[in-house]
């Protein structure tokens, strides 16, 4: 085969997906950026040149540092607890259980249905006085709750679903990596009557390391991606409380059709994805333990 | 807890045994119990939604009133539409790109390779404003294309199917060509054929991706001649339309049901595909 024509064939192979990813990913990243230096365009007007006026009305508005905290919170709370679980899960279904298959089945459920049919669900479930868990703790003596009603708890119970929903998601790529780690090990760890937990810190946490990242990596991406619940169960209130960063952008482009000011909201957005990123390649990337 | 010996050994019918197994049973109860609870309301009267009796009549009348309510019918067509679209392009452009890169040298390859990845981190739904304007500038809005476009080329598609073409034998490939195939027949006849387990895990994870799938087409589609399940049920369930909880259930059972079936039927599939998707 001559060289020039080993030139040509890739790049034929490549360019459906180039294009696309071009057009939907690379460009439109560029466009956001240079339109939030822009007015949002009204009519048949060239928008005009605003500089960083945007950034300007940003930072003294506080629906955007209400959703800009939102997000962190959401964020450091669901990524944790969700690893955690996924971790615990992943480490029960393995072992020796009886009724495994079961178990896998229940923790993996809520994972296959789509967000908004099981946002649908807990919504009744957070009923005040009448839904599932207030009638619960009734039970207890608690008085009822308007858990999606009152800017204290609303977050919460929103991370409560997402925690339950993606759990059993990142359970399947722990089980994978447990399924990969030699029995052997275990064995040598049982004739040693070295304990179950120094073996799960000193063995086989340091070799789920890699999946670890990689579920860390998913969790903090669907963390700032993942909105269908306050569309469907709060639409960001009350009073902001529950407005995280993508669903502001959605509510200010698609409600208020400021495109312009949702661009310079979408920035900070791919900052703090891009920030996502270089922590992944930069610093955890050399920390991990790789086999 | 630090005394405890590995599960399989004798001492292990200890007290604090049963406590950890009773805890385990107790976690997979709580995780299964919200959707036990959606389908018990689902097929009981609506009277019965807050008020737990075991004895209570079983009725269908919740996904009859449902069904009736809104088009679920053409929304269900619409979904199946959106998914096979997407799968079917998914396969032809991620085969493609995943063999140039599997197989190929070429100049700037890593460079092309790093800028696919930037898909991994941002998904076209984060930049929605901007694709909303392409979309419309292409004349696209509210269609079934739209929903799928951004879609088509999937980096994570690219990737793992990378990695899988990179595993087949360079010397396959090299026997294909001696033989006289080109670049599509051998990757046709070597490639495909040796990745057919991912491309089902594959094709599993990007279904039910898509089937959940909801602020994008949201956004994009606005009648019912293209709205897919997941539009047509926030359209349904909206809290100002004022609908019963169990009707709702049913209806948020029904928009689930294929997936839930299919799941519960191919557990062990499903369950493997997605560990081989992620292993890569």
Redesign the interface.
């Known amino acids: 085969?001559s060289q020039a024509k080993?030139?040509i064939?890739?790049?034929l192979?490549?360019l459906?997906?180039?294009?696309?990813?071009a057009?939907?990913?690379?460009?439109?990243?560029v466009?956001?950026f240079i339109?939030s230096f822009y007015q949002t365009p009204r009519g048949k007007r060239p928008p005009r040149f605003v500089g960083t006026d945007h950034y300007t009305t940003m930072i003294i508005d506080p629906v955007f540092w209400a959703a800009l905290k939102n997000n962190a919170i959401y964020a450091l709370g669901t990524v944790p607890a969700s690893i955690a679980l996924a971790m615990?899960?992943a480490i029960?279904v393995n072992?020796?259980?009886r009724?495994r298959?079961?178990?896998?089945?229940?923790?993996?459920?809520?994972?296959?249905?789509?967000?908004?049919?099981?946002a649908?669900?807990?919504?009744?479930?957070y009923?005040p006085g009448?839904?599932?868990i207030d009638?619960f703790l009734a039970l207890f003596g608690f008085h009822e709750t308007n858990w999606l009603g009152n800017p204290d708890t609303v977050l919460g119970s929103l991370m409560v679903l997402a925690i339950?929903k993606e759990a059993?998601?990142f359970m399947?790529?722990y089980?994978?990596?447990l399924q990969?780690i030699s029995p052997s090990l275990?064995e040598a760890?049982?004739l040693e009557?070295t304990?179950?937990?120094?073996?799960f810190r000193r063995v086989t946490f340091p070799l789920l390391m890699p999946?670890t990242l990689?579920v860390l990596i998913n969790a903090v991406?669907n963390a700032?991606?993942l909105?269908?619940h306050v569309?469907?169960m709060t639409r960001g209130g009350p009073d902001n409380a529950s407005t995280l960063l993508?669903y502001y952008?959605?509510n200010v482009?698609?409600r208020f059709w400021d495109?312009a000011y949702?661009?310079a909201l979408?920035v900070v957005?791919?900052l703090a994805?891009?920030l996502?990123?270089f922590i992944q390649f930069g610093i955890l990337d050399r920390k991990v333990h790789y086999k | 807890m630090t005394a405890m010996t590995l599960s399989h050994q004798p001492r292990a019918f200890s007290f604090w045994r049963t406590v950890e197994i009773a805890g385990c049973y107790l976690l997979g109860l709580l995780w299964l119990l919200p959707l036990l609870y959606a389908v018990w309301m689902a097929f009981h009267a609506p009277q019965y939604e807050a008020r737990f009796d075991l004895f209570a009549p079983l009725t269908l009348e919740n996904f009859t009133t449902a069904w009736a309510a809104a088009p679920f019918g053409r929304y269900f067509l619409n979904t199946f539409m959106l998914i096979t679209t997407i799968l079917i392009s998914q396969f032809v452009i991620c085969t493609l790109a995943a063999y140039a890169f599997a197989r190929y040298d070429f100049r700037g390859k890593t460079l092309v390779f790093m800028l696919v990845l930037v898909q991994l981190m941002i998904m076209p739904e984060v930049l929605l404003v901007e694709n909303y304007r392409t979309i419309a500038r292409l004349g696209l809005v509210d269609t079934v294309v739209a929903m799928g476009l951004p879609y088509m080329a999937s980096a994570f598609g690219i990737f793992l199917l990378r990695q899988t073409f990179l595993t087949v034998p360079k010397e396959l490939d090299d026997a294909a060509r001696v033989e006289g195939a080109g670049a599509l027949t051998t990757l046709l006849r070597v490639y495909v054929p040796l990745a057919r387990p991912i491309y089902v895990a594959y094709g599993l994870v990007s279904v039910s991706y898509h089937w959940n799938n909801l602020l994008w087409p949201l956004v994009i589609t606005n009648s019912v001649s293209t709205r897919p399940l997941t539009v047509g049920l926030q359209v349904f369930s909206s809290p100002d339309q004022g609908v019963q909880w169990s009707i709702i259930s049913a209806a948020a059972l029904m928009t689930s049901a294929p997936l839930l079936i299919g799941f519960l039927l191919f557990q062990r599939q499903f369950v493997q595909s997605f560990m081989r998707a992620g292993i890569k």
């Open positions: 085969m080993n030139q064939t890739p790049w192979l490549l459906p997906a180039t294009v696309l990813l057009v939907f990913t690379h460009i439109p990243a466009m956001t339109n615990l899960m029960i072992s020796s259980i009724g298959s079961l178990m896998r089945m229940s923790f993996f459920l809520p994972t296959v249905l789509p967000m908004i049919a099981v649908n669900i807990w919504l009744f479930f009923t009448y839904g599932l009638q339950w059993g998601f399947i790529f089980l994978a990596a990969q275990s760890a049982a009557g304990g179950r937990w120094y073996f999946t990689f991406i700032f991606r909105i269908d569309i469907v993508l952008v959605y482009a698609f495109t949702a661009s979408t957005l791919l994805l891009a996502i990123a």
